[in-house]
């Protein structure tokens, strides 16, 4: 059986899927893998919404105070963060590489990939 088709077969993984939908993208794209990333692109780790999912912590609320501290409202939404996030803008829009494929729901419940969010965030 191939990466592809095992990756495509199993039922883990579905958060990272979301991210590298094939294992030829994922192998092609030069990106430096640190703790933090691993934990944003599997959703294990450090974020309250996992932490309060096993009963670590009491609540999944983001220190920001608008939602859950889920891996989407770090890397999309949190306040707190906004000044890394127009770096992370700044940089891929001199590129125009957005090195992942993570769809994301916009405040009307539809589905875009992340590039339109890109452009929302530059206006």
């Known amino acids: ?25 994922r192998l092609q794209t030069k990106i430096n ?5 691993t934990t944003i692109v599997t959703g294990h780790g450090n974020i309250k919404s996992y932490l309060h999912r096993f009963r670590i912590i009491e ?3 983001c220190p920001c105070g608008n939602g859950n501290q889920t891996a989407e409202h770090i890397l999309l939404e949190c306040g707190i963060l906004q000044e890394e996030r127009e770096r992370l803008i700044a940089a ?7 090195p992942i494929k993570k769809k994301i729901r916009s405040s009307k419940g539809t589905t875009k ?3 339109d ?4 965030w530059t206006k």
């Open 59 to 61: 609540a999944p609320d």
């Open 33 to 37: 893998f640190t703790q933090n990333l």
């Open 113 to 115: 990939h992340s590039q």
């Open 92 to 98: 891929v829009a001199k590129t125009d590489n957005w």
């Open 117 to 120: 969010s890109q452009k929302r």
């Open 1 to 25: 059986m191939t990466w592809q088709k095992e990756w495509e077969t199993t039922e883990e993984g579905s958060t990272t899927k979301e991210y590298f939908p094939t294992v030829a993208e």
